[in-house]
Each structure stands twice: as structure tokens, then as C-alpha cells.
């Protein structure tokens, strides 16, 4: 049995800009996207904390270092700049491989700087 797993993420993420006219659907940092392990063209998706909208997109690259999340094209309607986003891919593993799989979790500040990663989240408690 093929499962679908999540793969890596850059959680509360700030969106930068928001650009209707601009071909491509999220660009984000390159340094961003290979801390990560986020390739240029993956399909993403994403998670308005700010508006609860939850859309499919796909990465392209932005200047590594300028820490640069751009919702682009039909997208940009779904997010703002300063909304708050989780972007998640995810990957495709067979049964017997997912109880050694570990995702890459990549938490930013409001500024798109890392603060930490992680390879799991916390058991969530009553």
C-alpha cells in the first residue's frame, strides 16, 4: 500500500508579498526551500493561518537569503502580505517504510528566520 505522508514544512512562514500578475504560485527563499528539502516546481500546500484558506500551489525559487514568501497568481487571492502561513509537501512511501520516516520541520519567526527544526511534532495533550 502507497501512503501519503508529509514530507517537510515551513511553519508560520510570513507571507512577503502577494503578486496577481506574477507567473509561478509561491516563491520561496531558495535557502528556505533546501533547509527544508522543498524542490523548485513541488506541488505545496498551504495554510492561511490568518484566514483559515487551505490552497494547492507549487514552489519556484526566490533569492536565496531575502527571505521572500510570494503567494503568486490565483493564489494570491487566498493570502496576504503578513498572514501567516504553513507550506507543506508531501511525499509518497510504502507501508513498510513509513515507521522509520522522519519529516523535516522548519519553524520561522515573523521575519522568515529559523528558529528551530524538529523531525516530530509533540503528542498533543487534553
Known sequence: MQLTVLKCKLHRACVTHSEIDY??????????????????????QIYN?????????????????????????????????????IICAYGGLGESE?????PVLVYLNEHNQVVRTANSIATQVA
Open 23 to 44: 507567473e509561478g504560485s509561491c516563491a520561496i527563499d531558495s535557502d528556505l526551500m533546501a533547509r527544508a528539502g522543498i524542490f523548485e516546481y513541488e506541488q505545496l
Open 49 to 85: 493561518i490568518a484566514n483559515g484558506e487551505r490552497f494547492t500551489t507549487y514552489a519556484i525559487s526566490a533569492e536565496a537569503g531575502s527571505r521572500i514568501v510570494s503567494v503568486n497568481g490565483a493564489a494570491a487571492h487566498k493570502a496576504s502580505p503578513g498572514d501567516r502561513v
Open 98 to 102: 513509513v515507521a522509520g520516516f522522519k
